[in-house]
């Protein structure tokens, strides 16, 4: 049995609802972001399930994914993912043009784009813009194309996404209103971190206010019950824990496969003798939800003591927050150091914060913790109450 769980169905409605709408899913044509905390299989469901069913329906797809190379500038990594769409599609035998002409609706013998010349330029002021590259895409392919961007709150970060995220909204206000549009342009977005990718589809100054933003689905009962009949195939020589043990653990570890594995493998190795193993597994889950954050938390403290200063503040701050760089943080920073901090230091620290993407920044001068399940978790640790969202 593969090592990995395909989701084909969830695959196979979402591409479905994505290129042939329903009255009441029409509004997913304006965009759709997927937001779930990292390591719980978004990049893993885009590529080996909803990517696949999407072409298979007949849409060109079109992935990127921003943390690919995070200190690389988004509009950049979009630009090039474009680019090398279309190069493909000027290919006589790519399997973009192979798979068209088998559902027989591109123009196969003359692909040529007007812009053909100054093709590697999309994006920039020496080329086409997106939009204008988009439109020709979809009217010489004659099918629908999926722009899909992992980790898209990335964009937000800097003036370029956000210009970019602009661009690919006049893409969608190029393409999709024309009455006898031969296809359509369709957005998705994921993120790892909910209140920014929301943020997108919801603040009105933003590209895509009105797109609709979703929960990932995460992995589920049945992924569980397919890991464990794996694993009895395997032989394993201890007793196995009950589904519902393991559904419990799976929760505990934040929905995280690497995680559960990880626990399933201590298990296998530390049960004693007629031990109890849903009850172990149940300690050993608690003891690595702590534990999962331990390498995070080694980064911040590289950083140094002003580091952890800057990451206990933020840390403790109900969602994101503006006061990096205030009196309330700087007193916190001078009362833990017992030293007057400069600002130099604030920066340097913060900068080296944002570089690990242990924090990122939301806007002007707003800073968030990256990785919400690292937030929960050294709250737990620290006693300070969950977050409250209004
Ligand atoms: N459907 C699946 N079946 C088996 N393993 C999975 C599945 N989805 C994710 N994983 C594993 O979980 C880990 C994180 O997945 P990834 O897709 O990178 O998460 P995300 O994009 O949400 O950060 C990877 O090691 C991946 O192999
Ligand atoms: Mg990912």
Redesign the pocket.
Known sequence: ME?????TALGTELAARLLRPGVLDEQLRSGLFLS??????????LR?DLIPALEEAGAVVIYVDLWSDPTANPAGLVNRAVVKALKELQTPKSKIRQKLKKIGKADVAAFGFSFALTIDHVGTDQGPTLAEALTEVVDHAKADVVLIV?EVQHAITTEDGERMLLALKSARDAINPRPNTPGHFIFVGTG?HRAHVRELSTRRNQAFTGATSQD?PV?GRD?VEYLLRRLSEEAIKNPLPSVDAVIEAFETLGH???QLLHALSLLNNQLPEGGEPDSYLTVIAATLRSSAVDDELRKVEQVGPIGLAIFRFVASANGDTKGVYGSEAQSEYDHALGRRVRPEEIQQAVNELLASNIIMRSGHGVYGITDQFLKTVWRERNNVPPETFS
Do not use: I, M, Q, V
């Open positions: 090592a990995l769980f395909h989701r779930g905390l990292r390591r719980t299989g978004k990049t893993t469901f080996n992992d790892s990932y992995l992924y995280r496969p690497e």
